[in-house]
C-alpha cells in the first residue's frame, strides 16, 4: 500500500476530526433524558416526527414525561421501543380490550 507523502500532512488534522466524533458519539449515548431536538437527531428524524411518534406510541411515563411544559424522553426506552418495534402498540390494544371487558362486567 503506497501512501503519498502529502496525505501524511493531513494526519493530525484527521486525528482531531476523529477525536471531535468520538466525543460527540460518547456524549449522545451517555445522556438519558433527551429533548424533543435532541431526540430528533438521535433518531435522524425531523422534530414533528417526533411530536407524531410520542402521541401515536409512546407512553407518558414509560418513554417520556413533561416537566415544566417540556418533554424529555427516556433515551434507554425509546432504545427498546427501536430494537422491539411496534410491539408496544400490540399491547396497548391489549390493554383496552382487557378495560372494555373489566367495564362490560360493571
Do not use: C
Not at 494526519?11 to 430528533?40: T, Y
Not at 435522524?44 to 411530536?51: G, K, N, P, Q
Amino acid at each position: 500500500m503506497n501512501i503519498e507523502f502529502e496525505s501524511l500532512k493531513l494526519l493530525p488534522q484527521m486525528f482531531v476530526l476523529i477525536e471531535k466524533l468520538n466525543s460527540q458519539f460518547e456524549n449522545a449515548h451517555a445522556k438519558r433524558w433527551l429533548s424533543v431536538k435532541e431526540l430528533a437527531t438521535y433518531l435522524s428524524y425531523s422534530s414533528d416526527r417526533i411530536y407524531k411518534i410520542k402521541d401515536e406510541h409512546f407512553i407518558e411515563g414509560i418513554h417520556f414525561f413533561k416537566k415544566s411544559g417540556k418533554i424529555l424522553f427516556d433515551r434507554v426506552a425509546i432504545d427498546s421501543w427501536v430494537v422491539e418495534g411496534n410491539t408496544l402498540e400490540i399491547d396497548i390494544q391489549q390493554r383496552q380490550i382487557v378495560d372494555n371487558i373489566l367495564l362490560s362486567i360493571d
